[in-house]
């Protein structure tokens, strides 16, 4: 029998494979080799520099900065998210009318183009006619109506806030989809001891998600590392340097925004930094939060 | 395996037990209200609003629209071009999608139901691409298509969106092909059938429902973003709809028409959300089913 | 049915194609100039453009303009298609952008034999129809690569009729200009709109400061110094003091360091604010959103005591056009940038959008009459931003425009300013 199905492994991977070694695998493997130059994008000279551009991002106080910012993007979006979806997840749990409509509005900001969220989102800020502080207006709260949401000092969490609201989406449904594998036995026996949604959702659904939430937090740590299109369209003109993430920063060396800048060997050697870190970061989540499976 | 369960309970579970004594349930169902309405809101008012004047939005925006100012689509679609964008988006994703599909699955297929000597590590090659940042392959990509002559080129742009979409695809529809019998490649040699068509004309229908969502995300996702006709794509006439979209918003600053970026925000989102409405079950399954293998 | 597939395939596939490759040039027949332009399709100005493109191209049937509105970041958008061989025809973006860019780095065009040449519809040569010194601003050594068009300097806008409502008139002096902004505070209007999240308008405060107090060329000096020790001279701290003090006087409109552009300035025609410092494209920006009775009049950045700079030293910034090196088909270029700067569309631009135009004997622009008088007494001009964003974009971006905003939002004192300059400067020379 496999020898039959043998004839074709090859003629079937073949496609997939020509197309990931061409734009992908050799891209990964080629950026090492880009990041030891200094390129301009603009002539065909590359000036080999060795490992200076890594040593330059050493001593780089804006990629120092950018780090720490998409580090706490991670951490803190992470928990917020994470602790959001469980919630919600422990709340839609189990049966209940309209658990798919939720899960689906819950959901939805995942469909829709980072560019039109980002939009929506600099409009709800909007220190004049946003939607916030005009509702903040309306209820009376005018001291707090007229902080600067999007000014230097705020702007990193209103933004956090909006990603967390995106992806609390994504974690629920993933989490719900796990949650929904649990037996139905277990969530009968509680309320037979009469416990309530979240305290089911505590000493049942968590503990055995476990292995999901771990997937999930390794998800996070790729998704938030990599957050790139709602911070870069959020400001309109230019993202200030305080919601700049690795990405971001990456680009604007590589492109510019309004001032060219085109520092191509530079900017992969900053990617591929962030490679180690999401790495790094990666192996050692699984490492720390892999357990014996429950058996259910 | 019994230990370990109960060990965690008590551990967290004492605070746990706790926190859900002090949050009643009433408050926990509003937050979920709150956030249901929310989010239904500020759908509803981008769409809202994109129908009314740019006085009007000024005026308040929380009113009304008096009339219903198709304008700022006429405007949007025609003079910023949205509707030459979205052709481009139209043409681009739907072949890319079907390219991507059209390549991953046979690749999942054989990953999947098929023993040789590699399988694991040509499996897990194609995987782990899901983890590399997409903003590593920037400059490389950029030089490759430079040398094919495919820079600002949306045939280039096609290609890349299916070489990074094959890890996630091939990934889950590797988890389609898995569920389905043993048995019927078997049958299938017993009828004296080839391998091709054994896929083509009993797999693949079988895991149509997985190519069907597996194009669907992949739409979707590929709709969404504009990361790469960013940086790859110069000329204006082949902006895709989410680039259109971006440039836009720029050009808004200049011209104060937030209505008309509003419209151009409602042509780049329907199509995505009225996809997702329709299929939402089927979008959530498949893209969950990673997570829950095993 | 695999069959009926793959011909389904190749059909489509075929199509694709097609629609994708016609929308390239056609090989032979009429010759098509790529124009990127820096202007964004929504701009109210564009459909003159538009007109402009479509009356040349009636008027020289063998050629054709194709227009890509890129917006404002239209250099980083040029060495991609330099990179596939297909490179644009024209650019046009600010002289001091251009130059930093474009021209610095060899890729333009010396407009110098063109320029001989008669204009269109004229015997005299084409350079000669220009205001005088408009060329000579951004020549690189002796030639030129830029054409300018659109002129613009830096002024304090005021609504004329709120002025004369309150008795108020243009202050001459720095001290007359904080008395004035007191007195605006007091009566609960803000004094200045500002676009927070703009950090080159933000920087205009300390630039123009510090040419009324140390003259042209001291800022571009004291960045380019490797050793950080030109800030040292008191007149930098003397205009950051200035600046600090607007600051701490609370003089800008609450919340303008979170403003995303265009907020500021809208807020200041719709009289949320007294006045603002910004460049005269501020009319043909905003015109739109005035109320009624809203009139453009402004006065020149104040003199300070025992100063240098005077009223008539003039910020000279050029909306201009470049043809580039590599590009196919540069005579048409030119040809076109000949027609496009012809007395009717000038005229159109100016009375319409309140454009002053750097061609000789254009249309006075009616709501900027105080900005056309002042730029036809100016006694010298600076470059815009004195030179520094186009000689050293680099610094500009990384080290004076953060540590302007961190000045200009209270965050920091002028000394500390200074400080930070000085700390930066040495760091970013000797990386």
Known sequence: MNTWLKRIVVPFLAPAAILYLVFFVFPAVQSLWVSLHNWSGFTRDMTFIGVRNFTEALKDKTFHRVLMQSLGLVFFGGILTFCLSLFFTGLLGGKGRGKGFFRAVIFSPNVITMVALATLWGFIYNPRFGLLNSLLRALGLTRLAEVSWMGPDLVYWSIL???????????????????????????????????????????????????????????????????????????????????????????????????????????????????????????????????????? | ????????????????????????????????????????????????????????LFESVWSLPRGLNVQSYVKAWRISKMGNYFLNSLLLITFSTAGIVFVAAPAAYVLARVAFRGRQLVTNIFVSGMSIPQVLLLVPVFMLLRRFLLLDNLIGVGLVYVAVNLPFTIF??????????????????????????????????????GIITAFIINFIWNWKEYFWPLVLISSDSKKTVSLGLYGLQGSMQYSADWVGL???????????????????????????IGALKG | MARKLIFFTLLVSVLFLAVELSAEDQKGGPVTIQYFSGWNEGEPYVPLFKKIIADFEAANPGIRV?????GRENLTKVRPMLLSGNVPELMDQGADELTGALVSQDLTYALDKDLALPAVGSKTAWKDTFKPGQLDAYKKGSENHIVPW??????????????????????????????????????GLAPLAQDGGINFYNVYYFRHLVQRIMGNGALLKACGDRTGSSWDDPGFLKAAKTVEQLAKKGFFIKGFEGYTFPAGQIDFVQGKAAMILISTWLPAETKDSIPAGFEYRSFPVPTVAAGKGKAADVELYQWSFVVLKDAPHKAEAVQFLKFWTQKKYNDEMAINHDAMIAIKGTANPPSNPDAAKLMDIASSTSRFNDGVNSALPEYWQTVLLPADDSLIFGKVSAEQFIAQLKKDSKAFWNK
Do not use: H
């Not at chain 1, 967390?164 to 993933?174: D, E, H, Q, R, S």
């Not at chain 2, 043993?182 to 229908?205: C, H, K, N």
């Not at chain 3, 194709?66 to 890129?70: D, E, G, K, M, Y």
């Open chain 2, 1 to 56: 395996m019994e230990r370990n369960l109960e060990t965690r309970e008590s551990a967290g579970g004492l605070l746990a037990r706790r926190l859900a004594a002090a949050v009643p349930s009433g408050v926990a169902n509003l937050f979920l209200a709150l956030w249901i309405a929310f989010t239904l809101f500020t759908i509803a008012w981008v769409l809202i609003s994109s129908f009314k004047t740019n006085r009007e």
């Open chain 3, 66 to 70: 194709n227009a890509s509105w890129n």
């Open chain 1, 161 to 296: 806030a909006a990603v967390v609201w995106i992806y609390v989406g994504f974690y629920t449904v993933l989490f719900m989809a796990g949650a929904d594998k649990i037996p139905i036995a277990f969530y009968e026996a509680a309320k037979l001891e009469g416990a309530g949604n979240l305290r089911m959702f505590f000493t049942i659904t968590f503990p055995l998600l476990w292995d999901v939430i771990s997937m999930g937090i390794v998800y996070w740590i790729i998704d938030g590392f990599m957050q790139f299109e709602f911070y870069y369209a959020v400001s309109g003109s230019f993202p200030p340097i305080q919601i700049w993430t690795i990405p971001i920063y990456v680009v604007i060396l590589a492109f510019g925004k309004r001032t060219p800048i085109y520092r191509m060997g530079y900017a992969t050697a900053i990617a591929f930094y962030l490679l180690v870190i999401v790495t790094l970061l990666v192996t050692l989540s699984r490492k720390f939060l892999r357990r014996t499976a429950v058996e259910y």
């Open chain 2, 262 to 288: 509003f419209a151009g925000c409602v042509i780049v989102m329907l199509p995505t959300l009225l996809l997702f409405a329709v299929m939402s079950k089927r979008i959530i399954s498949g893209m969950t």
């Open chain 2, 172 to 209: 889950m529809l590797i988890s389609f092909f898995i569920t389905l019998p043993v048995e019927l490649e078997e049958a299938s040699a017993i009828d004296g059938a080839s391998p091709v068509r054994t896929f083509l004309t009993v797999m693949l229908p079988l895991a149509g429902p």
């Open chain 3, 150 to 187: 659109w002129i613009d300097t830096t002024v304090f806008y005021y609504n004329g009729k709120l002025f004369s409502q309150k008795g108020f008139s243009a202050p001459k002096t720095w001290d007359e200009f904080t008395t004035l902004c007191d007195k605006f505070k007091a009566n």
